[in-house]
Each structure stands twice: as C-alpha cells, then as structure tokens.
C-alpha cells in the first residue's frame, strides 16, 4: 500500500484528491496538510511514500516545503501538483527534490498513474515540460563537472546524457542497440553512482555538473 500526503491549502481540493486516491486499491491516505510548515511535519509524522505538493501556499511554499521535506532522511517521493504550468515552478520544482510535476486540471485517473510512477522510483514529467526544461538548462553557463561522473562507465554516460535528452526506456533501448531489461541495469547503476533519488534528479545533475554539450 502506497501512503499518500495531500497538501494544499484549499480544503475543498484536499476533499476532492482523497476522493480520487481512495479510489484506488493500492494507495491510501495517510495525512493533510493545508500549507508548507504542516507538510514538513506530517511528512516526519505520517511517514507517507509520496507527498502531493502544491506550490501556491501560506506560511510556506511547495517549492521549499519540498527542499525540506526530500532533505530528510529516507525522504518521501514529492509530486507537485498545480495550476500553473510555469517553467519557473518547474525549474525550481525539480531543482528543490521533486519527483514530478502534474496539474491540477489532470484527469484523476492520470494523478493516481502519477502516485504510482514517482513512488516506484521513476520521475515524472510530460514531454513539453522535459522539452522546456532542457531547454532552460541549456542556456545556462556550464558548471564544473560533478566528480561523481569520474567513477561511471562510457557506457552509464552515454545512459545518462540520453535520459537527460529525454528519451524513455524503450527509446533508449533501440538507441543503444541493447534490451529494455539491460537498459533498466544501466539506469539503476547509474542512480545508484549518482545518489539521486530518481531519473529527474539525475537529469538535473547532468544538467548542472557539465555533462551535457552546451
């Protein structure tokens, strides 16, 4: 059973989610929260596997309540959930822990695919937003290179540079000339080297560390 924490500060809206997560078999609600500070603690409290964050909030915002929530040990997965699909959010979203980035118009049958996606260790974001996200990245400056790249193989950098340019699994697969189950190996190694929680960080810290061809 995948423990769910709702946070947002419209009670009607936490009403409608614990609707929709309820529905589903595998998930349960484990806590509320109505702003960032309460988040914080219900996810020390309640111990959930993933925490739907809104950004827009009181006291505290999703963007930092995630920074303080995924800073913790054994942190949950975090899936932002919004109105606004700004690249701002998005940027800062992911930068800050996020596993995923949903709006809120989203159909609930795509919200409970999304509890399911970031709870299992992927990340989740839709094709445009990936796009834009490369895009933003790659304008920055580069940055010195992350010394954690130096113990990977030729072969986990050339996984991780194709994950960080958006391709999925399967792509990467046909790409690369190998099977779906030894590109899942490459992943996992490469996660694994990196100490990201997931493929969205490592896109991040490809981004950040200079991987990428600028």
Not at 14 to 30: E, K, N, S, Y
Not at 78 to 101: H, K, M, P, R
Not at 110 to 125: E, K, M, N, S
Not at 167 to 177: D, G, K, R, V, W
């Amino acid at each position: 059973m995948i423990g769910v924490l709702l946070v947002d500060d419209d009670q009607l809206m936490r009403a409608g989610l614990r609707l929709i997560v309820q529905q589903a078999p595998d998930l349960t609600v484990v806590g509320e929260a109505a702003d960032g500070r309460e988040a914080v603690a219900a996810a020390r409290r309640d111990r959930p596997q993933v925490v739907v964050m809104d950004v827009r909030m009181p006291v505290l915002d999703g963007i930092e309540a995630t920074r303080q929530v995924t800073a913790a040990p054994d942190p949950p997965k975090v899936l932002i959930l919004t109105t606004f699909e700004l690249d701002e959010y998005v940027f800062n979203a992911l930068q800050a822990g996020a596993s995923g980035f949903l709006l809120k118009r989203s159909p609930p049958e795509q919200l409970i695919d999304g509890i399911r996606t970031v709870a299992a260790g992927d990340g989740l974001l839709s094709p445009s937003v990936t796009r834009r996200l490369i895009e933003r990245f790659s304008s920055r400056p580069a940055q010195t290179a992350n010394p954690r790249f130096a113990d990977m193989t030729d072969r986990e950098r050339e996984v991780l540079v194709a994950i960080a340019r958006g391709l999925s699994n399967e792509e990467l697969a046909e790409t690369l000339f190998i099977s779906e189950n030894t590109v899942k190996t490459h992943v996992k190694r490469v996660l694994t080297k990196l100490g990201a929680r997931d493929r969205v960080q490592a896109v991040v810290m490809a981004y950040e560390g200079g991987l990428m061809d600028r």
